[in-house]
């Protein structure tokens, strides 16, 4: 895989993240916890891996500017901002919840939980879109 790639590969990571996380979400809403607890580990798993290519990506390739002009750049840095500001916050509020989980703490892994899963959903979710608007041009 070469550097180009990185990006539309951390964008799927992304949507892979996020499908995980509303179907984990979907199954412990009717119970299933064993499917619930392997697609929020794979989760995390798949958010670690991009993670990583993230860094390696941009550590290599540096920065790339939003070349999109008038409101839609303004929509752009809004979504980029808030993204990123709430990504700093997901390694650490994943890694709570999940610890709570995995100590069989649920009464306070539900407590976080309803904090961290939307706040991961939106940055994975937005993560996808910044590629989109960046990379391919999307409503730019």
Request: glycine share 8%; charged share 10%.
């Amino acid at each position: 895989m070469s550097i180009e790639n990185l990006p539309g590969f951390n964008a799927c990571l992304n949507s892979l993240s996020a499908i995980l996380l509303m179907t984990g979400y979907g199954f412990i809403r009717h119970g299933n916890k064993t499917a619930h607890r392997v697609c929020m580990g794979s989760a995390f798993l798949v958010s670690v891996v991009f993670l990583a290519s993230y860094l390696v990506h941009h550590a290599l390739a540096g920065i790339v500017h939003y070349q999109g002009q008038g409101p839609v750049r303004n929509l752009y840095f809004f979504i980029l901002i808030t993204h990123t500001i709430l990504a700093v916050l997901v390694p650490v509020l994943a890694i709570v919840t999940l610890r709570r989980a995995l100590k069989g703490d649920f009464e306070n892994h539900k407590k976080i939980a309803r904090v961290t899963f939307p706040i991961w959903l939106y940055v994975s979710i937005t993560g996808v879109l910044v590629y989109f608007m960046l990379y391919r041009g999307f409503l730019g």
